[in-house]
């Protein structure tokens, strides 16, 4: 079989793929079946931790692909591959793309630093159980909104903050977005959520801030700047005001508590 590090032209790529399926024939070797990675994807988007425990128990003819001459950076790519494709499941079921990118980078960065292939393997089932948690906090975490009646100018304007959070938010352009007043709105959200509209920016924003704190890799100034605070003391102190925490404080002591965690399941 010819050297994967010469495949230099679409050629020799398409000779290499054709003398593999005829070995793999030869051999009745095969893929693990597609709907087996579907139930498991699926399961991530859904937040259903049971599913994805049925599916990483089940028993299929097949293997997994082969990525890499090497064993070790074998299972390094398929390791990858399945943090991408979590993190992109998580997304479609409602993560923030900007937190699960970041996750995707910090798993993929530890991928390379394991040189272990039984390491590797823990690594990649939590990665999968890790986003299958976050999609399903932020489901409950919708469901809970969902269960109140809002006004529909209030859903408009809520719609409108989530899609802007990384812009400064003054109720004065969020107003003239939904063409009505600031001050009829102000009192709406108000009358129906128990707060302003500006306490409802900062503590989503927060969130965004928690998240990428102990997610990614990102500076205080350069988390600052990404959500629209005008410095990274801006930032400190409403943060600090929310939360008791200086934004040191919470990255580490909550980024190592996170990377403790093992998720079990019975």
């Given at each position: 079989m010819k050297d994967l590090s010469q495949l230099n032209t679409s050629e020799d790529i398409l000779?290499?793929?054709?003398?593999?399926?005829?070995?793999?024939?030869?051999?009745?070797?095969?893929?693990n079946p597609y709907d087996q990675e579907l139930r498991e994807t699926q399961a991530i988007e859904d937040g259903d931790m049971d599913l994805l425990q049925k599916s990483l128990e089940e028993i299929y003819s097949g293997q997994l692909?082969?990525?890499?001459?090497?064993?070790?950076?074998?299972?390094?790519n398929i390791a990858i591959v399945n943090a991408v494709?979590?993190?992109?499941?998580?997304?479609?079921?409602?993560?923030?793309?900007?937190?699960?990118f970041t996750l995707c980078d910090a798993y993929i960065q530890k991928i390379e630093e394991i040189n272990s292939?039984?390491?590797?393997?823990?690594l990649m089932r939590?990665?999968?159980?890790?986003?299958?948690?976050?999609?399903?906090?932020?489901?409950?975490?919708?469901?809970?909104q969902k269960k109140k009646i809002p006004h529909s100018r209030i859903t408009l304007c809520k719609n409108y903050i989530f899609s802007h959070l990384h812009q400064k938010l003054k109720v004065q352009d969020i107003a003239e977005e939904l063409n009505t007043t600031p001050?009829?709105?102000?009192?709406?959200?108000?009358?129906?959520?128990?707060?302003?509209i500006s306490s409802f920016i900062l503590h989503e924003k927060i969130k965004l801030v928690k998240n990428m704190l102990i997610y990614s890799p990102y500076t205080y100034s350069q988390i600052a700047a990404y959500l629209g605070f005008s410095s990274q003391s801006h930032l400190g102190a409403q943060f600090k005001k929310v939360t008791g925490f200086t934004l040191r404080q919470y990255r580490e002591r909550f980024?190592?508590?996170?990377?403790?965690?093992?998720?079990?399941?019975?």
């Open positions: 000779k290499y793929y054709s003398d593999t399926v005829f070995l793999n024939q030869e051999n009745q070797q095969q893929h692909g082969r990525l890499a001459r090497d064993e070790l950076r074998n299972i390094r494709l979590s993190s992109r499941a998580a997304i479609r079921g409602g993560l923030l793309p900007e937190i699960s292939t039984d390491a590797l393997q823990k939590e990665c999968k159980f890790h986003y299958c948690q976050l999609v399903s906090d932020t489901k409950a975490e919708r469901s809970m001050s009829y709105l102000a009192d709406l959200f108000r009358l129906y959520e128990g707060q302003s980024r190592n508590l996170s990377s403790d965690i093992t998720i079990k399941k019975n």
